[in-house]
């Protein structure tokens, strides 16, 4: 399961999708448990993927975003847990710049 917060879907304009039926949802959010109410498909990159991703919109705790799974086996996407943290692709090491250099190129990019 793939899901990205309220605040993030609305800064990333992702086109919210209302669900037939509510799902319910009791690890990884605020509070004790929470409903999805909510999707939306958005456009990513991660590395050298790039795709059409389906997201449900949920009160996550102390994330934007959680890639689930599924996402990781359909793009034979392994994270590795070291000192550093990294992600392996069909087995070769994906660079991603440091978190403060996204932070910066973020505020950067709203500058302009």
């Known amino acids: 399961m793939n899901m990205i917060s309220p605040e993030f879907a609305t800064v990333a304009k992702a086109p919210a999708i209302e669900l037939q039926e509510q799902m319910m949802l009791q690890l990884a959010v605020m509070g004790s448990r929470s409903k999805i109410n909510y999707g939306a498909w958005v456009p990513m990159e991660f590395g050298p993927i790039h795709a059409e991703v389906y997201f449900d919109i949920a009160n996550i705790e ?49 500058r302009n």
Do not use: C
């Open 62 to 110: 102390g994330y934007n975003a959680i890639l689930g799974t599924p996402f990781l086996w359909e793009h034979g996407v392994s994270p590795i847990y070291d000192d550093d943290g990294w992600v392996m692709r069909d087995g070769k090491r994906i660079h991603f710049p440091s978190q403060a250099t996204l932070i910066t190129k973020f505020r950067q990019s709203f």
